[in-house]
């Protein structure tokens, strides 16, 4: 029961895409990706903590805030994704349970930019500025999810997601200034004076995925995987490139202790676009395309009826994209069936 605690489709930061990551990376680690738990609703919360992403690549400077002479130094950040998961006892498709689920994250983030010269504020080389925020980033709904029992202990998930447009802010409330010297500034600062890496993306994304299992004598070896489409950034005029990421897992059960491996992927299946407004159509943008590979350890205990893992990984490589040290608690808390 305990690794059979599955979820869903989350999704949250990172940076070839206008800004953050469609997934959450290596949030479902650990989690058995084929199956679905016992009818009822269920309470996860993922407490995500990033202490220091550092900046891969030319698309980064290119994502995130900042200013003439500038180059993107640091975020770090937390990231809480709560969700709700509701697997009723009487509906079946197609020979498979069925189960839906609703996740808002939220997420604080300080970004820390170092300047290489001159800036509009009176900052000069090597002195740094930013800002911490918190805010919402964009809804996620996974209208179905739909997982069926194979033979010799194998499980297979389908599930779809839709995140919405609807986080706190996003590039399109970024303000434009001019330099002290005439010059045009890429400075763009919300406007309230600071400059902060904004809490969500500002256009729609909707996510196939399919998760496999298998499960046999305490085992779970387990591959999650999703294909992102973001639609058009209508305020920036900005489109996302298509994005697959997967979530891997092998981990064994020995009473209430849970101890394996996960891994994680992401990476973008070609350049992002831009449309300058000239007439000519959006354009794909040289050295956007993300890529970001980590792998680590985790640990599971199970409280009866609550569980917690602890997931912990390290980068492997990156490109296009933020790369650092991340580490994720997970809880899950059966909400009972509530007359299911």
Same mark, same amino acid.
């Given at each position: 029961m305990c690794?059979?605690?599955?979820?869903?489709?989350?999704?949250?930061?990172? %940076?070839?895409?206008?800004l953050w990551d469609f997934h959450l990376r290596g949030v479902d680690?650990?989690?058995a990706a084929g199956a679905l738990p016992p009818p009822g609703f269920y309470f996860i919360n993922n407490f995500y903590f990033v202490p220091n992403f550092i900046g891969y690549g030319s698309a980064v400077s290119q994502s995130l805030p900042r200013g003439e002479g500038q180059s993107?130094?640091?975020?770090? @950040? %937390?990231?809480? +994704?709560?969700?709700?998961?509701?697997?009723?006892?009487?509906?079946?498709f197609l020979g498979a349970n069925y189960a839906a689920a609703i996740a808002q994250p939220f997420d604080y983030t300080n970004l820390r930019i170092k300047n290489a010269g001159p800036n509009i504020d009176g900052s000069t080389l090597n002195s740094f500025n930013g800002g911490a925020q918190w805010g919402a980033y964009n809804t996620i709904l996974v209208p179905y999810i739909l997982s069926w029992?194979? $033979?010799?202990?194998?499980?297979?998930?389908?599930?779809?997601?839709? @995140?919405?447009?609807?986080?706190?802010?996003? $590039?399109?409330?970024r303000v434009i200034y001019t330099t002290v010297s005439g010059n045009t500034a890429a400075m763009r600062q919300q406007p309230d004076g600071g400059i902060y890496a904004e809490s969500g993306n500002g256009y729609y994304t909707f996510t196939p995925q399919i998760g496999i299992s298998w499960l046999h004598a305490g085992w779970n070896v387990s591959a999650e995987m999703f294909y992102t489409v973001a639609t058009k950034d209508t305020t920036t005029n900005y489109q996302s490139a298509d994005e697959f990421a997967a979530d891997y897992t092998v981990s064994y059960t020995c009473g209430?202790?849970?101890? @394996? +491996? @996960?891994a994680a992927q992401e990476v973008q299946t070609g350049n992002d676009s831009f449309d300058n407004g000239d007439g000519t159509g959006y354009h794909s943008q040289p050295n956007t395309r993300t890529m970001n590979y980590s792998m680590g350890p985790l640990i599971g205990y199970n409280f009866g009826p609550c569980s917690l893992m602890?997931? %912990?990984?390290?980068?492997?490589?990156t490109e296009n994209d933020v790369g650092g040290e991340w580490c994720n608690l997970r809880l899950v808390i059966p909400l009972g069936k509530l007359g299911l």
């Amino acid at each position: 029961m305990c690794l059979a605690l599955a979820v869903v489709t989350l999704v949250s930061p990172a %940076y070839a895409e206008e800004l953050w990551d469609f997934h959450l990376r290596g949030v479902d680690e650990g989690l058995a990706a084929g199956a679905l738990p016992p009818p009822g609703f269920y309470f996860i919360n993922n407490f995500y903590f990033v202490p220091n992403f550092i900046g891969y690549g030319s698309a980064v400077s290119q994502s995130l805030p900042r200013g003439e002479g500038q180059s993107f130094t640091s975020l770090g @950040g %937390y990231v809480d +994704v709560p969700v709700l998961l509701w697997v009723p006892s009487t509906c079946k498709f197609l020979g498979a349970n069925y189960a839906a689920a609703i996740a808002q994250p939220f997420d604080y983030t300080n970004l820390r930019i170092k300047n290489a010269g001159p800036n509009i504020d009176g900052s000069t080389l090597n002195s740094f500025n930013g800002g911490a925020q918190w805010g919402a980033y964009n809804t996620i709904l996974v209208p179905y999810i739909l997982s069926w029992q194979l $033979p010799c202990d194998f499980r297979i998930k389908n599930a779809f997601s839709v @995140g919405f447009n609807d986080s706190t802010t996003s $590039p399109a409330n970024r303000v434009i200034y001019t330099t002290v010297s005439g010059n045009t500034a890429a400075m763009r600062q919300q406007p309230d004076g600071g400059i902060y890496a904004e809490s969500g993306n500002g256009y729609y994304t909707f996510t196939p995925q399919i998760g496999i299992s298998w499960l046999h004598a305490g085992w779970n070896v387990s591959a999650e995987m999703f294909y992102t489409v973001a639609t058009k950034d209508t305020t920036t005029n900005y489109q996302s490139a298509d994005e697959f990421a997967a979530d891997y897992t092998v981990s064994y059960t020995c009473g209430k202790w849970t101890f @394996g +491996v @996960g891994a994680a992927q992401e990476v973008q299946t070609g350049n992002d676009s831009f449309d300058n407004g000239d007439g000519t159509g959006y354009h794909s943008q040289p050295n956007t395309r993300t890529m970001n590979y980590s792998m680590g350890p985790l640990i599971g205990y199970n409280f009866g009826p609550c569980s917690l893992m602890f997931i %912990y990984n390290f980068p492997l490589k990156t490109e296009n994209d933020v790369g650092g040290e991340w580490c994720n608690l997970r809880l899950v808390i059966p909400l009972g069936k509530l007359g299911l």
